[in-house]
């Protein structure tokens, strides 16, 4: 069974042995892979629509795992009680989506050991929230595919008060700073660039410059590029 590299490196960071709620699931290809290769013990396979549910349910057929892994239909972790399973994967969704799906059931986001997260967009806005609301970083990655560089989270509700992160930490992320791997040049590039062509836009227009917004996106700018520079010592194009 083909997952595919992102889909392959968000399943290396769920813990072996572990049970697992994959939300968001679409055709079950992760719980159904990580059982295959004897990661998991069981799993539950949530969507919020009935059309990925029926594909979750054809691929769990297929394999042979209807014992093993339970396909619920259900909004984010409505479908799920605190206690049925120790993990939770989230991928392929908006760093606003996966909030709300945390935020709305919080008993429920807060009784994981292990939360995998794989954001499409705003994890710096993720890992604020994240920080915010008790949540300690365990470890991040970066993976590469079809020229896309994806983030991953793993997170968990921390039994004790957590330090508030920096900007640079909510930008990057704490843990990659701490263990780069080998896309986090070209991650940070990106980063730069991003930000680079942000206050461009912005700096088009004289009332945009005068905001506290540009005041602040240009401090993060700054604070990459030098960043990158002191890692790398080259500028970062």
């Not at 939300?23 to 949530?46: F, M, Q, R, S």
């Not at 509700?157 to 909510?170: C, F, G, R, S, V």
């Not at 080998?182 to 730069?192: A, I, P, T, V």
Request: charged share 20%; proline share 3%; glycine share 6%.
């Amino acid at each position: 069974m083909n997952i595919g590299t992102r889909l392959q490196t968000i399943a290396s960071f769920v813990p072996k042995n572990s049970s697992l709620a994959d939300v968001g699931t679409d055709h079950a290809y992760l719980p159904v892979w990580l059982l295959k290769e004897g990661v998991i013990t069981n799993a539950i396979a949530c969507d919020i629509a009935e059309g990925p549910c029926k594909a979750a349910e054809n691929t769990v057929a297929a394999y042979g795992y209807k014992n093993k892994i339970e396909v619920r239909i259900g909004n984010g972790l409505e479908c799920i009680k605190p206690g049925e399973v120790n993990s939770l994967a989230i991928a392929g969704m908006g760093g606003s989506t996966i909030i709300d799906i945390l935020s709305r059931n919080p008993e429920v986001s807060n009784s994981f050991s292990t939360i995998v997260l794989q954001p499409m967009a705003a994890s710096n806005s993720l890992r604020q929230w994240l920080n915010k609301n008790g949540f300690e970083f365990l470890d991040e990655g970066l993976v590469e595919e079809g020229n896309i560089l994806y983030e991953i989270l793993v997170v968990r509700k921390a039994d004790y008060p957590t330090t508030t992160l920096t900007n640079i930490e909510l930008e990057v992320g704490p843990c990659l700073l701490k263990n780069q791997n080998s896309l986090f040049e070209k991650y940070l590039q990106k980063l730069c660039l991003h930000y680079e062509k942000l206050l461009a836009n912005m700096s088009k227009s004289e009332t945009a410059k005068k905001t506290d917004k540009f005041v602040s996106i240009t401090k993060i700018y700054q604070e990459l590029e030098k960043l990158y520079y002191e890692r790398y010592g080259k500028r970062y194009c």
